[in-house]
Nanobody, 119 residues
Framework: QVQLVESGGGLVQPGGSLRLSCAAS????????MGWYRQGPGKQRELVAA???????KYADSVKGRFTISRDNAKNTVYLQMNSLKPEDTAVYYC?????????????WGQGTQVTVSS
């Protein structure tokens, strides 16, 4: 059974930083592209960043230069370092397997982790 457990969210002031983690189990983690997605209030879920099994990365335009995705295959974990946070980054953040080209998520979701950027 696939399990994705996100952590690291919280309340942070504009300009601050957070590091999210997602621990995966029940899959051959190293074989998959992994993505971070987010769903803000009243918005659809969107892809924020993705990293392939070969460590190629891509980012949504809104987070380029501020967010960095990385993975540790030995720990079955994907990370999202978020710097220079803005109020519009407020959302529930999820990780999932995904298709690199389209960003389409694969499989079920975890519980997500709430990120709130506010002064």
């Amino acid at each position: 059974q696939v399990q994705l457990v996100e952590s690291g969210g919280g309340l942070v002031q504009p300009g601050g930083s957070l590091r999210l983690s997602c621990a995966a189990s029940g899959i051959i983690f190293s074989a998959y592209t992994m993505g971070w997605y987010r769903q803000g209030p009243g918005k659809q879920r969107e892809l924020v960043a993705a990293v392939t099994s070969g460590y190629t990365t891509k980012y949504a335009d809104s987070v380029k230069g501020r967010f960095t995705i990385s993975r540790d295959n030995a720990k079955n974990t994907v990370y999202l370092q978020m710097n220079s946070l803005k109020p519009e980054d407020t959302a529930v953040y999820y990780c999932n397997r995904g298709e690199y080209a389209t960003g389409r998520p694969l499989g079920s979701w975890g519980q997500g982790t709430q990120v709130t950027v506010s002064s």
